[in-house]
């Protein structure tokens, strides 16, 4: 039973591996940054109840469930960019894909660390605000 075991998990790993094209920086960096993302909004909502997904401010389960979906969904992108750049015989898509969604998910988490009351540049304070006057 053991050796069944493993064989699955070992399976689903080089399946894994495979559709994401490895285990390597940019996708290592991507899933650090979404981790830290998601942690830091939640105890923003948590502990501070400044969320600025519900109107309290307070943890909503939707709305970290919903998180977690959309986590999920920029992964199958990085799947999609893996096959591109197979299709192309390229080595840039997956990369590039990964470095733009790391820059976002930097953006989530310094906005989270002000809603946390963390001390920010002021440049950067206006930087984000541009950005989100921008949406």
Known sequence: MKELICTAVGMIGAAAAWAFGGWDT????????????????????????????????????????????????????????????????????????CIGFCANEILSIVENLGLAGVPLPKAVTKALEQLQSKE
Request: net charge positive.
């Open 26 to 97: 940019a996708l290592a960096a991507l899933m650090i940054c979404m981790a830290v993302d998601y942690i830091s909004g939640s105890v923003v909502a948590l502990v501070f109840h400044k969320s600025r997904k519900t109107e309290s401010g307070a943890y909503n389960s939707a709305y970290g469930l919903k998180g977690l979906c959309k986590k999920g969904l920029m992964l199958l992108f990085v799947v999609v960019a893996v096959q591109t750049d197979r299709l192309l015989g390229a080595d840039y898509v997956r990369d590039a894909v």
